[in-house]
């Protein structure tokens, strides 16, 4: 279950982790039955359910929706992939709705198919006066299995040509797979670094699984854009307001 959870957590705390399960596990099958055995068997089981409690702990921070804070803006920019450019013209896209719902201007740079190396040029129309970044890519990279050390090559440049003083960036986590764990340790360390709120995993993971949520098991459909809007409006709302002279349209749940 720890495994299929794929926490992006560093490899010197799974290590860590694995050590004490294995010690866990050689005092608890031992054949000898005495009190060192007993002594023994308590102090790795109290030290593997204190490192299961606090990995618990710090993991569940980082599923958390943030409360973002910064500069309140009038407009959003989204760099992302088909999840937020959309497949043609039958489903509209998230962004689009998302500026339906709420009246604020919604700048969409995403493209199909698009990953993180193709970042840099989208970030390259961001003006100044941008100062409401929200960044969905990263997907095709891990799909396609590209090397992690690619993924941070891109991610790294896209942040450093974004960051800028007063400018609010916001990051979907990818939804991870056990072999792409160093997906998700890139992103939390580069968010870091910049300055990213980090919108969690399970957030993405959710409307992609939701029933009707997809049409081809990845790509947003009509139910799936709503529930991206909705997403994003929550989480964006301490930060993304409609200028005071804009007319908001009605929206319905």
């Given at each position: ?80 992939d088909?999840i ?19 009246g ?10 698009a990953s ?19 960044i ?38 990818l ?5 792409r ?6 992103q939390r ?29 990845l ?9 991206m ?25």
């Amino acid at each position: 279950m720890i495994v299929m959870a794929c926490p992006p957590f560093n490899y010197i705390i799974d290590a860590v982790f694995g050590v004490a399960f294995v010690l866990w596990l050689i005092a608890w099958n031992r054949a000898a039955q005495t009190r060192a055995r007993a002594r023994l068997q308590i102090s790795a089981t109290s030290v593997l359910v204190l490192l299961l409690l606090t990995l618990l702990v710090v993991e569940l921070f980082h599923r958390r929706i943030p409360v973002i804070r910064g500069r309140v803006s009038d407009h959003l920019v989204v760099i992302g992939d088909s999840i937020s450019s959309g497949l043609g013209s039958r489903v509209r896209p998230w962004p689009a709705l998302l500026q339906q719902m709420t009246g604020v201007e919604v700048k969409n740079l995403s493209k199909p198919g698009a990953s993180m190396a193709d970042g840099l040029t989208m970030a390259e129309r961001v003006g100044p006066e941008d100062d409401l970044i929200l960044i969905e890519l990263g997907g095709n990279d891990l799909i396609a299995g590209e090397p992690s050390t690619t993924f941070a090559q891109g991610l790294q440049e896209v942040l450093a040509k974004l960051v800028a003083p007063g400018r609010t960036m916001v990051m979907f986590e990818l939804p991870l797979l056990p072999d792409r764990i160093a997906y998700g340790q890139i992103q939390r360390r580069l968010a870091a670094k910049y300055g990213v709120w980090l919108i969690p995993k399970r957030c993405l993971a959710g409307i992609i699984m939701h029933r009707d949520a997809t049409s081809d098991g990845l790509h947003l459909s009509d139910a799936g854009s709503r529930r991206m809007a909705l997403l994003v409006a929550q989480v964006l709302s301490p930060v993304l307001q409609a200028h005071p002279g804009a007319t908001t349209p009605a929206t319905h749940p």
